[in-house]
């Protein structure tokens, strides 16, 4: 079962809403059986936020992982907790009543067509469900087994219980018609029995993949998922250590203090950075961390090892690049004096004040005849505005492996659009972006006011891969602090985003490449125009990847063969956009 | 008005104060029309006392809040209670000297004064409300800074200096952090008293709606006030945009219930369809299934 990001999203919003908090972790989403959230599970699951202690309770459910009832536990606890959530929320709410009856006729027609298990317990805690299910609709529970009704009949819980109250009936009941005991009591035991059936063992071996218990689980009543995104903390963390696998030989500590060297000290307090990731990190980039640099570095980080050594490189990168730029610099000058005149030319065309003759405003008496003569009113000038508001620009440059050969070059015409920009006035701000052992590094090389430090772009050194979708994402989410009118984001791309940290999914992790990279990178674009900044792409990359190109930007893009045209591009698309205003 | 003020628990010295102002300042002939008959009211004793003391004291008043907080339910308010015509105002990018104080123009063969909304406003005596202040650019607001301050004049280059009636008050709105708006400058934040507008809390929308339809059942006024709060909640977290939130939109919406239609209907109308984006549009949607069954009939919202 694929379960959509947008489904996902849903449930979270009606557990949210349920909860009436948007600042805690959903915790447990629920999904019918064709992945769609389901709205009266979501909206009970936060209602149980509101009314019990969630933690408590998931101490709790997590005393069923590993047992061999554990499908049956589970769906008991939430029956039980759906049916005392329920008879609190039912009076706040008069929608539930409705809502509840349409699941349960949902969910008794979908049974309808036969449980096909070969899982006792499972059979067992379906036939549980469906009884309470003809109990919401006032009818008798129809269940074969006497045990089993009196099994449902002790989890069926009213509103007058607290935390600890609906614990305690739960293990009272899953201790005496289950094999179930609870480890507080029984020292550390889960259950009566070892595990000794042979078909259990089995069967546990044979439908599990053993490293991953996977987020989303089919329950009696649809797809449970524990979530871990929206920086929510994971109940199973055998899942995220698997995302981890290929760090784990470095502590997160040596990890951070690896790429610090590597590329220079953070910008940010690590208290601000964590904050930034819990911001951005979240969905099909949750497992991934983030690291904001202007290339700041003492000398004790490059002498250590290895990621001291490839700064030294860094460092030397920028002289070669600007010592490259100067070479030619009579020609580069000239190239950045005729963008700066296109641009000034194409905003004094289209921003620039425009006279009118009007009925009111400045007198103009070489017109005043017209109104005595021929009765001409109009013979005032007013001035429209040209000037619709700021402009500003963000210029993203793709800094993985695979524009090490252009190095050179990026840097140059990078700095020389900079350089235009800042003489017509248009603020500018110039970042680079990569990928290296799960973190994404961004390196600042000029913000907006900093007209003078357009020389850093010369710092501009590649290596590692590139997750397009999160680089673009972050630099939207800077964009939306700032106020002006026309907010621009222009990314240097070859449109192949990699990554080696995969994307979180249901049947196993996807690895950030291909298909994946690009669906993600042009979901970011769309939320990043949905809040009204225009994206644009400066093309790099071959023929086969025109595709891409296409999906992620639609038609926003310009395509250059060689990056000497890198400047000229940019300048078109500028162009294109005021003209455009 | 001042006996709803009396009823929100405003003062007796504010509202006798009101009342003492609306007998001194005399209306000017044929601008009764310009007092503002408000179709909703504000609900919010503070703010109404921190409004009408402001203003009777002489001082210009800056609402500052986010969407649907009733800023300009209040300006209206306002106006009504201190028995004065208003002007309002809106404010746009391009807004500059001429279309707040006038320019020229030629008539009977000759070119004279066309007076802007904020120079009828200041001879009038009355309210002028500059609606999202905000969104025009502070250089074409330093016109009004002598009009704003204690000098209380208006020069107009080219004509006489135009005194403000002792009445003339500017109230101004704004919502900050809006898409397009700017940072207003000190020079002009200075020249106001300034209001941060509360959300309106769930009782005040519960009454507002109350007022509005009599004979709506209190539970499904209760649930109203709640899908906005819900909404509400969901765009300040960030998972929508303000479109959803808009309570003339809601309001208009229990209207259309009132007429018979289907209230998932009616709420697609007033409030599901503001937003342009499927993803947006469907979490909205959530949001009402889960308050109002599909098949609730207008018998059960409304008593009569």
């Not at chain 1, 961390?289 to 460092?315: C, P, Q, S, V, W």
């Not at chain 1, 990699?498 to 993600?520: F, I, L, Q, R, T």
Request: net charge negative; glycine share 8%; charged share 25%.
């Amino acid at each position: 079962m694929e379960i959509t990001e947008f489904e996902k999203k849903r449930a979270a919003n009606l557990i949210w809403n349920g909860a009436h908090d948007y600042t805690i972790d959903t915790g447990f989403r629920v999904y019918d059986f064709e992945g769609r959230a389901q709205l009266y599970w979501n909206s009970i699951v936060g209602a149980v936020h509101a009314h019990y202690d969630w933690e408590k309770l998931m101490r709790f459910y997590r005393t069923f992982e590993e047992t061999i009832g554990e499908e049956l536990y589970e769906s008991i606890f939430w029956i039980a907790l759906e049916n005392c959530t329920y008879e609190w929320e039912k009076s706040e709410r008069p929608v539930l009543p409705y809502l509840r009856r349409q699941y349960a006729e949902h969910e008794i027609a979908h049974h309808a067509l036969g449980v096909s298990d070969d899982n006792s317990a499972v059979v067992r805690s379906v036939s549980i469900l469906l009884g309470h299910l003809h109990h919401i609709l006032g009818e008798p529970d129809n269940i074969p087994d006497p045990v089993d009704a009196g099994f449902l009949a002790a989890i069926e819980l009213g509103a007058e219980q607290d935390t600890d109250g609906v614990i305690a009936a739960l293990t009272k009941a899953l201790e005496k018609y289950t094999i179930y005991r609870d480890p507080a009591t029984h020292g550390g035991r889960k259950e009566l029995l070892p595990k000794v059936s042979i078909f259990h063992l089995f069967h546990k071996n044979k439908k599990a993949n053993p490293e991953i218990r996977l987020p989303v689980r089919r329950l009696s009543f649809g797809y449970g998922e524990h979530v871990d995104a929206y920086g929510s903390e994971a109940l199973d963390p055998e899942h995220l250590a698997a995302a981890f696998a290929q760090f784990a030989a470095q502590s997160d500590t040596k990890l951070a203090e690896y790429i610090t060297d590597y590329f220079g000290t953070s910008i940010y307090h690590p208290k601000e950075t964590a904050r930034l990731v819990k911001a951005y990190c979240y969905g099909n980039h949750r497992a991934v961390k983030l690291h904001f640099t202007r290339g700041d570095y003492t000398n004790e980080m490059l002498e250590r090892g290895y990621a001291g050594k490839m700064h030294r490189l860094a460092i030397e990168q920028a002289k070669i690049n600007e010592a490259t730029y100067h070479r030619a610099e009579a020609r580069h000058r000239l190239a950045v004096d005729r963008l700066a005149e296109r641009l000034r030319n194409s905003i004094l065309t289209h921003l620039d004040d425009e006279e009118r003759k009007a009925l009111t405003g400045r007198v103009a008496p070489e017109r005043i005849w017209r109104a005595m003569y021929v009765n001409d009113g109009k013979v005032f000038d007013q001035t429209i505005p040209g000037d619709t508001g700021g402009i500003t620009i963000d210029l993203l440059l793709d800094a993985s492996g695979s524009q090490q050969h252009r190095t050179q070059i990026v840097a140059a015409q990078g700095y020389m659009i900079a350089e235009a920009l800042t003489r017509v006035g248009i603020p500018c701000r110039v970042a680079s972006f990569c990928s290296l052992s799960g973190y994404t590094v961004f390196n600042l090389f000029r913000d907006y006011s900093e007209n003078d430090k357009n020389r850093e772009i010369f710092r501009f050194f590649t290596t590692g891969a590139n997750r397009d979708g999160l680089a673009v994402r972050i630099a939207a989410g800077w964009m939306r602090e700032n106020h002006a009118e026309h907010r621009i984001l222009i990314i240097l791309s070859d449109c192949q985003p990699n990554d080696v940290v995969p994307v979180p999914a249901e049947s196993g992790a996807k690895p950030y490449a291909a298909g994946v990279g690009v669906e993600d990178t042009a979901a970011e674009v769309h939320a990043a125009r949905q809040n009204g900044i225009d994206v644009l792409c400066v093309f790099t990359g071959e023929d086969n990847n025109l595709p891409n190109v296409h999906r992620i930007y639609g038609r926003d893009f310009t395509r250059i063969r060689s990056l000497d045209m890198f400047a000229d591009a940019v300048g078109r698309l500028i162009e294109e956009r005021i003209r455009l205003i | 008005m001042l006996d709803f003020l009396k009823s929100q628990g405003v003062s007796d010295r504010i509202i006798t104060e009101i009342e003492q102002f609306r007998s001194y300042y005399q209306l000017g002939e044929g601008l009764e029309s310009r007092i503002p008959q408000p179709q909703y009211r504000y609900y919010g004793k503070e703010v109404w006392e921190e409004a009408a003391s402001a203003l009777l004291s002489g001082e210009n008043l800056l609402l500052v809040g986010p969407k649907a907080t009733g800023k300009n339910v209040l300006a209206q308010g306002l106006s009504n209670a201190f028995g004065r015509p208003e002007w309002d105002i809106s404010f746009y990018i391009n807004t500059d000297a001429g279309t707040l104080i006038g320019a020229d123009t030629f008539e009977d063969g000759r070119v004279s004064l066309r007076k802007g909304p904020i120079l009828q406003c200041a001879e009038a005596g009355g309210f002028g409300i500059l609606d999202e202040i905000n969104m025009a650019k502070n250089e074409s607001l330093a016109v009004l800074h002598a009009a704003l301050d204690f000098r209380r004049v208006i020069d107009v280059p080219g004509y006489e200096q135009f005194h403000l009636s002792d009445a003339t008050r500017f109230i101004a709105t704004m919502n900050y952090g809006y898409a397009g708006t700017r940072e207003i400058n000190e020079a002009l934040a200075s020249r106001f008293m300034i209001i941060q507008m509360p959300v309106v809390s769930k009782e005040n929308l519960e009454q507002l709606i109350r007022d509005k339809f009599p004979d709506i059942t209190k539970e499904y006024a209760g649930q109203f006030a709640q899908l906005f709060e819900d909404i509400r909640k969901m765009c300040e977290s960030g998972e929508i945009s303000t479109k959803a939130l808009d309570l003339r939109g809601l309001l208009a919406a229990i209207g259309l219930m009132h007429n018979d239609l289907p209230v998932l209907q009616a709420l697609d109308l007033g409030i599901v369809n503001k937003c342009f984006d499927d993803y947006e549009r469907q979490l909205v949607e959530d949001m009402i299934h889960v308050r109002f069954p599909g098949d609730l009939q207008r018998s059960a919202i409304f008593a009569g």
